[in-house]
């Protein structure tokens, strides 16, 4: 979004992702139909808003910003204190990397 829409036509983004421009607009498109599908029957503000440009990513990352944790920062911080206290368990994972990698994920 900080980089607008263009961003998808910039040699940078076929270099780092090598997806072209209309696969581009396709599953923004795409990924826009799946959510007016899976909020069928509710008004939402932000599938009318895009409604013309169909731009599924703007939309999913304002749900993902107003509905994660049911909108609420401090349901998501205590679920992030809750995950930051586990112990470390060296069975679990293969070596201290692997269970950075799995905490970020």
């Known amino acids: 979004m900080e980089k607008g829409l263009d961003y998808f036509k910039s040699d940078a983004f076929w270099e780092q992702y090598k997806i072209s421009f209309p ?3 396709f599953d923004l498109d795409y990924l ?6 899976a909020t069928k029957g509710r008004a939402n503000p932000y599938l009318v808003h895009h409604r013309t440009d169909r ?5 999913w990352i304002k749900f993902e910003k107003t ?3 049911d909108g609420s ?5 205590e679920e992030l204190e809750e995950k930051v206290f586990q112990l470390y368990d060296v069975e679990a994972y293969g070596g201290i990397v692997d269970y950075i990698d799995h ?3």
């Open 23 to 25: 696969q581009v607009e």
């Open 67 to 69: 509905y994660a944790h």
């Open 103 to 105: 905490f970020e994920t």
């Open 55 to 59: 731009n599924g990513l703007e939309v």
């Open 32 to 37: 826009y139909g799946l959510l007016q599908a």
């Open 73 to 77: 920062k401090t349901i998501k911080s």
